[in-house]
């Protein structure tokens, strides 16, 4: 009886780049400097883990400051 395997899902060059929004050859001298891993089809293609991808992503997305100071001049000018 054979086990189901567990596949994830692979996403190309231009994928990632469209979540990233950079040029697919951009993902590709990630790769080729190892900042994000990359695994090869037998046909010489790169493909990146998306697990991978959008855990850098997140990493990498960090939410905007608050811009207050709008916030104390509001005050400033309505007291």
Known sequence: ????QHTERLLTPGEV???FRVDPKTVTRWASA??????????G????RETE???LLASL????PL??????????TAG
Do not use: C, N, Y
Not at 1 to 4: C, G, I, K, R, Y
Not at 45 to 48: A, D, E, G, S
């Open 53 to 55: 991808v959008r855990a």
């Open 45 to 48: 293609h790169r493909r990146f």
């Open 61 to 64: 997305t960090t939410p905007a």
């Open 67 to 76: 811009d207050r100071s709008s916030e104390r001049t509001a005050r400033r």
């Open 34 to 43: 190892g900042r994000i891993g990359s695994i090869r089809t037998p046909g």
């Open 17 to 19: 780049a469209a979540l």
């Open 1 to 4: 009886m054979s086990q189901p």
